[in-house]
Nanobody, 125 residues
Framework: QVQLVESGGGLVQAGDSLRLSCAAS????????MGWFRQAPGKEREFVAG????????RYADSVEGRFTISRDKRRTLVLLQMNRLQSEDTAVYYC??????????????????WGQGTQVSVSS
């Protein structure tokens, strides 16, 4: 069992930046591909960004391409989501997700086996 913990959410103004972090409680993320998803009120959970277990490939939703960057540290303890030029449309609960070991990164929720509790990102216009 992998317990994921997200941090870094908050309330910001449009145009500001935030950096979200995701760590596995008590262990490393190991050879797991990672993804970030988000869910706004009344909407389905949607893919935001993903990164393969070796650190590549990376993939982004069209709505965040060029503004968000996903990365992971070499020790495989953290996955980060750097969010720049935030917009009101980015307001949502952001979830970190992990695959089983050495599985590829995907864009569907079914591609991931473990999920964090989520962190709220609110962007005021």
């Amino acid at each position: 069992q992998v317990q994921l913990v997200e941090s870094g959410g908050g309330l910001v103004q449009a145009g500001d930046s935030l950096r979200l972090s995701c760590a596995a409680s008590g262990r490393t993320l190991g050879s797991r591909s990672m993804g970030w998803f988000r869910q706004a009120p009344g909407k389905e959970r949607e893919f935001v960004a993903g990164i393969g277990w070796k650190g590549d490939p990376t993939r982004y939703a069209d709505s965040v391409e060029g503004r968000f960057t996903i990365s992971r540290d070499k020790r495989r303890t953290l996955v980060l989501l750097q969010m720049n030029r935030l917009q009101s449309e980015d307001t949502a609960v952001y979830y970190c997700a992990a695959t089983e070991p050495v599985k590829p990164m995907g864009i569907r929720t079914d591609d991931y086996a473990y999920w964090g509790q989520g962190t709220q990102v609110s962007v005021s216009s």
